[in-house]
RNA sequence: GCGCCUGUAGCUCAGUAGGAUAGAGCAACGGCCUUCUAAGCCGUGUGCCAAGGGUUCGAAUCCCCUCAGGCGCACCA
């Protein structure tokens, strides 16, 4: 346990003494007990904790919170607990200031759980699925896939401390109309290449990199396809381009620094039969109607504002239907506890209808949530452009890593919530300028680092570590923050936003530059060194940690 | 028309289950390197928290409504 958590449960306790003893006094009286609530308030001057239980009370028991809040006070036993002063202040808050002895508790964890710390327990013995990106096996990641990426694969690291076993995964839609139109314009760009005139699909994939997989599968296979039925070849060169890309999207995700646990395929649905068998689910439960020679979903039972077509009148299942199959393959075939998708904010209308659907079968939709998170704008000379794949004018995201570097790109997309929109600025962000935030946190850590090296040789290991050295404002702001870390990581999780992760790792290297500036480690009292030392090898233990969730690396030289 | 997201300093954004005097970064200006990395630190100014109403001891935060921007509302994925 955590000594913030220690902290918090002894005031807790303190505090629900001192409210039993007043009661049991007869100075008031309530009907029912109230939850403790303890902050840390903003100034330091209130204290390190506060609370409001003074002011919720007046109500209950007629009383002034003023006076609630001295009665309780009188009756508060502090003994044995870091727990200094307790004082009242502006309408009725408890405020707690604490022994500064608490602060080197802190020191001691990090020195013992080392890369471990900020780890939790909370989640433990549960499986969490995470699914992330997703996209049409048809082309290449470019940048939209980015910031998805970056949100999933730090949330999922994000779970993963908080206890989770977590399983990062890659829905690959390999099934569906998409896949017709794919196919569809391979073979007209096949065949031009063999100087046939015909039309390029309306609405077909433009991008080179269409032609690109035509040129080296004729350079593979010559001509032996042109005298093929058109679907028997379509479907050869789907499987062949497909599977390119396959390659290709796991090698670009792998220089982003992601790596899933699992490549699901849509198709294997179908081939396993698990649309069949969840189809045959849902007529069971009454939760399906045929109209119009479709089948129908119920959605507007569990709260949408229509149903939905499950099936077709062309008998083939929607998209929709293939997603209730795959989750119902998450919970109840593999058994995860929980599933998180990340999908861009102009799929949000799913959401509730994918949960129905999920009630529908039997699954608690409490441990269902989507990430939505707002489309990225991407802005080149100061101008808006659309992205699109089709037109083959997307940004590839192994450009994008070339250019700005993979620190940066992850760093950059979790800077914001995901529900913020976002513009990326491609000229500001090729400009590779310092402005980038992620140079403040590396640079921290490379700092303490070289710091580090050179103590190493002037320290003196007969002093004994005296951590109650530190007592500079910078000291303990620096210490405070590291004690938080963890706090952090459970919020980020609760919340479902990596970014806070990110504003952490900025707010501890501003903590810890300020200190650089107004404390020496290198001084000629060898007991404050030796605690300074301490200090910033602790402070280097937790940029590297947050530095690895947020899947950036922690340079020790710049 | 219905639904979701957003609206906080000149710009980009934080703002902890409603709390005490609304915060950072960038930009502007002024300081700080004969000792550990100046990619750094310190200081100075800026706000009808989009408008209005409500709940509350207390609202940027919750509710209602209006306005503005983005995105949805397919037998597309």
Not at 18 to 26: F, P, T, V, Y
Not at 386 to 411: H, P, Q, Y
Not at 498 to 517: E, G, K, Q, V
Request: charged residues 25%; glycine residues 6%.
């Amino acid at each position: 346990m955590y000594i913030r958590e220690k902290i918090n449960e002894q005031i807790k306790e303190i505090t629900a003494g001192a409210l039993n003893k007043s009661l049991a006094s007869g100075a008031f009286a309530i009907e029912t007990m109230p939850n403790i609530f303890l902050e840390i308030p903003r100034e330091k001057g209130h204290g390190d904790y506060s609370t409001n239980i003074a002011m919720q009370l007046p109500k209950q028991t007629r009383k002034s919170p003023r006076f609630i809040a001295e009665t309780l006070m009188a009756n508060m036993d502090t003994a044995g607990s870091y727990v200094e002063s307790v004082e009242i202040a502006g309408p009725g808050f408890i405020n707690f200031k604490l022994k500064k002895s608490w602060h080197y508790a802190v020191l001691e964890e990090i020195a013992e759980m080392k890369k471990d710390y900020g780890r939790s327990q909370k989640n433990k013995g549960k499986a969490f699925n995470l699914e992330f990106i997703s996209a049409n096996p048809t082309g290449p990641m470019h940048m939209g896939n980015a910031r998805g990426g970056a949100i999933g694969d730090i949330l999922a690291s994000v779970a993963d401390w908080t206890g989770y076993e977590v399983t990062r995964e890659f829905y690959i839609n390999d099934a569906g109309n998409q896949i017709v139109k794919f196919g569809d314009s391979l073979d007209a760009r096949y065949r031009q290449l063999f100087g046939e005139d015909i039309p390029f699909p309306e609405d077909g994939y433009q991008g080179d990199d269409i032609t690109e997989h035509m040129k080296n599968f004729i350079a593979e296979n010559g001509d032996v396809h042109r005298s093929l039925e058109p679907s028997e070849r379509k479907e050869i060169l789907i499987d062949y381009a497909l599977n390119k890309n396959l390659t290709q999207i796991k090698s670009d995700l792998a220089a982003y620094g992601i790596h899933y646990d699992v490549w699901f395929s849509e198709q294997s649905l179908y081939d396993s039969g698990a649309i069949e068998e969840t189809i045959a689910r849902l007529k069971e439960g009454g939760f399906t109607y045929e109209q119009d020679g479709a089948l129908w979903f119920k959605s507007t039972s569990f709260g949408s504002d229509k149903d939905d077509v499950i099936i077709r009148a062309n008998g083939l299942p929607t998209y929709f239907m293939g997603d209730i199959a795959y989750h119902v393959n998450k919970y109840i075939t593999r058994g995860f506890d929980r599933c998180i998708n990340v999908w861009g904010a102009d799929h949000h209308g799913h959401v509730a209808r994918l949960k129905g659907a999920l009630t529908a079968v039997g699954i608690n939709a409490d441990e269902f949530d989507v990430v939505l998170m707002q489309l990225v704008r991407l802005i080149r000379n100061g101008e808006v452009t659309r992205m699109s794949k089709r037109k083959g004018k997307a940004i590839a995201l192994t450009d994008l890593i070339d250019e700005v570097g993979v620190d940066a790109t992850r760093f950059f997309f979790n800077l914001r919530s995901p529900d913020s929109h976002f513009d990326f600025d491609l000229d500001l962000a090729m400009e590779q300028s310092s402005d980038n935030p992620v140079f403040y946190v590396q640079y921290a850590h490379a700092r303490i680092c070289s710091i580090i090296r050179q103590m190493a040789e002037e320290l003196d290991n007969t002093v004994a570590l005296d951590p109650e050295r530190l007592s500079e404002k910078e000291e303990l702001n620096l210490l405070e923050i590291l004690s938080l870390f963890s706090d952090e990581i459970l919020m980020a999780e609760e919340k479902l936003d990596p970014s806070r992760i990110t504003h952490y790792a900025i707010d501890l290297a501003s903590a810890f530059h300020s200190f650089y500036n107004a404390c020496h480690v290198r001084v000629e009292d060898k007991s404050l060194m030796k605690a300074r030392v301490a200090l910033i090898e602790a402070t280097q233990q937790v940029i590297e940690n947050a530095l690895s969730i947020l899947g950036i690396s922690a340079p020790e030289r710049m």
